[in-house]
């Protein structure tokens, strides 16, 4: 089956601009979550998605931060402004709904973003 | 912080030998998991251990769960250079993933 999609997959962008990531979960995948890597840390969770509706966004920094899952498929993470404690890797994953192995995430390639 | 804090930060051994990686995390789960992380193929799940296991073996890897403890370990028997990549442990609550720090192993050919 095709993994989980990310673009795009570098970004550059200087501090107090925008930037938007997009993401395609596999197919069938009900959840879908973003994830923030700081360089030398563990993924973080932002925002997790079931269907189009918002599960969990009590990290997600809400004053810069926004997501959506339109249609329930596809999402797009965006930033702004962005600052420069923003530079990581953005990472997309999607997990089936419970009962169907539900704890077994599947992740994409990631975007690097670097703010400057 | 419910994140799992892996031991040691960074490993480094030849081809063949085993490697062993320890998280300690700080509240109750649901599971543990450890992925693997290296630039070719992003962060993979490699083995999930429920609360009610105490070890569980796939392929190379030996995990073991000691809830008492808080505490989980990961065995990679026979390392090959291929495993060379960063290992996380990840605490499952309520459905959400808590990563690690994670250990950064390199095998020497």
């Known amino acids: 089956e095709a993994g989980v999609a990310q673009s795009p997959r570098y970004k550059i962008i200087e501090k107090r601009q925008s930037v938007a990531f997009w993401c395609n979960p596999i197919s069938g995948h009900a959840t879908l979550y973003w994830y923030q890597q700081i360089l030398g840390q563990g993924p973080k969770l932002l925002i997790q998605?079931?269907?189009?509706?918002?599960?969990?966004d009590s990290q997600l920094p809400k004053d810069r931060f926004s997501a959506e899952r339109l249609k329930g498929v596809d999402s797009t993470l965006k930033i702004q402004p962005a600052k420069l404690e923003d530079s990581a890797v953005y990472l997309c994953a999607s997990s089936s709904p419970p009962g169907q192995r539900p704890y077994e995430q599947y992740f994409g390639p990631g975007t690097r973003l670097t703010v400057t | 912080s419910q994140q799992g804090e892996e031991d040691p930060q960074a490993l480094s051994i030849q081809e063949g030998e085993n490697a062993t990686m320890n998280c300690s995390y700080k509240?109750?789960?649901?599971?543990l998991q450890w992925y693997r992380q290296n630039s070719g193929r992003g962060l993979v799940h490699l083995i999930l251990i429920r609360s009610n296991e105490r070890e569980k073996h796939s392929g190379r890897l030996r995990v073991t769960l000691d809830t008492s403890k808080k505490s989980s370990s990961l065995l990679i028997t026979a390392s090959r250079a291929a495993d060379t990549a960063s290992y996380f442990c990840a605490t499952v609550i309520a459905n959400n993933l808590f990563f690690g720090t994670g250990t950064r192993l390199t095998v020497i050919p």
């Open positions: 998605f079931q269907n189009n509706g918002v599960v969990d």
């Open positions: 509240t109750s789960i649901n599971n």
